[in-house]
C-alpha cells in the first residue's frame, strides 16, 4: 500500500491572481500562492474564455472567503499546488463541471481519488456545450503550468 501524505491547509482567500491561481494567507500569517491542480484553464490566447474562467474564480472565491486547501505538492516557483474546497466542494471540480476548465490530464494523478468524477465532469461539460466547450478545439493541455 502507497503511503499518501494528506496536508490540509486552512486559509483565507486574500485574491484572484488569475484563471487558475489564486493567493491565501493561511491560519499561521503566511501568504502563499495556490496553483489549482488537476485542471487546465484557457490561456492568453482565447481571452474571452480566459476572462470567464477568471471572472467565475473571483465568484467563486471572493476575498476573505475561508478555504480549506488539500495541498499536494509544490511547482519550481514555490507554488502550492492544490485542491481548493469551499463549503466542502472542490472548486476545482466545480470549475470544470461548469465549462470554465479542462481536466489536465498531466496532473490528474494528484486527484487519484477523484479523478473519475473529474473525467464525467468534463464530459458533462462538453456534451452540454458550456464555457469553454462552445467552441469546436478547447484548450490543449500542457504539462503542469
Known sequence: MQLIQLLLVLATVIGVADSNTIRVQDDAGRTNTVKLVCINTPKETKQQYVSAAAKKLK???PSGSPVVIRSVDRDPTGRILGEVYI????????LVEEG???VDRDSLDYCQESKTQFLIA???A??????????????????RN
Do not use: C, Y
Open 59 to 61: 465568484q467563486l472565491l
Open 87 to 94: 463549503d466542502n466542494r472542490s472548486v476545482n471540480l466545480r
Open 100 to 102: 470554465n476548465a479542462v
Open 122 to 124: 468534463e464530459a458533462n
Open 126 to 143: 462538453k456534451n452540454k456545450r458550456l464555457g469553454l466547450w462552445q467552441q469546436f478545439n478547447p484548450i490543449k493541455t500542457k504539462s
